[in-house]
């Protein structure tokens, strides 16, 4: 059993690194031509798949992911670590029925939209509750307005995005000094169990951007993006290629954590309906780009500033969310950067925090490189 120390480092592990187990498993197996050009299938990169064989390879780790997240459980609640395609725990095989029943309800009753899927049932337990929950305090059932407002998220009514957008360009810098931002060197720390990780981060407008954090056991865990590739490294497991919604993520941090337009990051802004955060009023932007779902941007009214970004990936079972927080903004040389930003997933969260900042000065290339082999750690068992 881990500890919960190691559960902790386990989990942030995953949320620094996003998936790099998944490509271990990838990479790690011997090379099979597929029979015919394009990308992999599930069911040509693993050894035993049986429901998910026809999504493309790169999907089958965030799928996983979708899984765990719905029913609030790790990898090992249906696998033996170092033993994916193992069929020896009941979970997993329950797991693959499940699958099949979830398509077929898809296929039934909406036209084979993802309508259901596991978390409209398990809603982040292994065990779905089918009695309704009588909740600590009262709370008023849904009433039709409050589900009109809820459905008109996305409504084309709304006002323009430009003011919300042109209030937080000024507040980081004014359109004229972003323009002069060129790079960022920070040194940052991110809490890990009891104790602290050091976090170096460079970033270089428009979007490239890299993190190495200084993982306990001296190896390093880097997340790079350096404006048209991503990549992960983790201590102990290959380098690993981020698929495309990995680098639509990557990419997104990026242009954020360097303040810049977001008018250039987006193809179309819209407001939606404007929200509270801790109390205080926020307008919501819906930064829209093709084949993508829309990002939520949460601008605070009084400030400008962008507070939150939830953005949302795709997975054929259903879609995976990450919210990242901005705040501690301090003025930078006119710049006003984030000094800390907390990532969270559904059963994860970590927080970064800058200790120093120093703008504008040459990063050394190398930096964003993409290493060709796996940083030195120690061998892989
Ligand atoms: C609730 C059960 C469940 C959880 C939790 C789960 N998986 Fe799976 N996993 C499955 C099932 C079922 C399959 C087989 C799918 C199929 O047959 O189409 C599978 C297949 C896989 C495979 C393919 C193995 C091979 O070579 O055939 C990998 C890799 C994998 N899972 C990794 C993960 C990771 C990493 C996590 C944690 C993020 C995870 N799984 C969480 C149920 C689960
Ligand atoms: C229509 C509702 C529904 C959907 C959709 C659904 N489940 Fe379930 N699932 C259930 C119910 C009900 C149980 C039985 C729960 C219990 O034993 O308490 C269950 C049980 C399970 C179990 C066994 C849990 C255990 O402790 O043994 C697993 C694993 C599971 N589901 C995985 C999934 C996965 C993965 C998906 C999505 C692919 C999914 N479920 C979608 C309703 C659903």
Known sequence: MPSNHGAIVRRVAISVAVLSAATALISGKPAQAPPSAGPKTAVQAFKNIQVLKDIPADQLIPSMQFIANSLGVECDFCHVEGAFDKDDKDEKKTARKMMTMMITINQENFEGKKEVSCNTCHRG?????????????????????????????????????????????????????????????????????????????????????????????????????????????????????????????????????????????????????????????????????????????????????????????????????????????????????PFQWTIARPFSRFTMKVDSVELNTPIDPSKFAKPAAPPPGPPAH
């Open 125 to 337: 337990s292994p065990h779905p509750q089918g009695i309704p929950i009588i909740t600590a305090e009262a709370r008023e059932p849904m009433n039709t307005e409050a589900m009109e407002h809820e459905h008109h998220d996305h409504d084309a009514q709304m006002p323009s995005a430009d003011p919300v957008i042109d209030a937080y360009v000024k507040a980081v810098v004014g359109s004229d000094a972003i323009a002069k931002l060129k790079s960022a060197s920070e040194k940052a720390n991110m809490a890990m169990g009891p104790g602290k990780v050091a976090v170096e981060i460079y970033e270089e407008a428009p979007d490239r951007r890299v993190s190495i954090a200084h993982m306990p056991g001296g190896a390093d865990s880097v997340t790079a993006y350096d404006g048209s590739e991503g990549w992960l490294s983790f201590p102990k497991r290959p380098l690993r290629i981020m698929n495309a919604d990995e680098q639509y993520a990557a990419k997104l941090d990026a242009e954020f954590l360097l303040p810049s337009d977001p008018r250039k990051a987006f193809t179309e802004l819209k407001s939606a309906k404007p929200d509270t955060i801790d109390g205080k009023e926020v307008n919501v932007v819906l930064g829209i780009n093709p084949n993508q779902p829309p990002v939520k941007l949460y601008f605070d009214k009084e400030s400008g500033l962008l507070v939150r970004m939830v953005r949302y990936a795709n997975t054929p079972l259903g879609i995976n969310p990450t919210q990242v927080d901005f705040a501690d903004y301090r003025d930078q040389h006119g710049a006003k950067l």
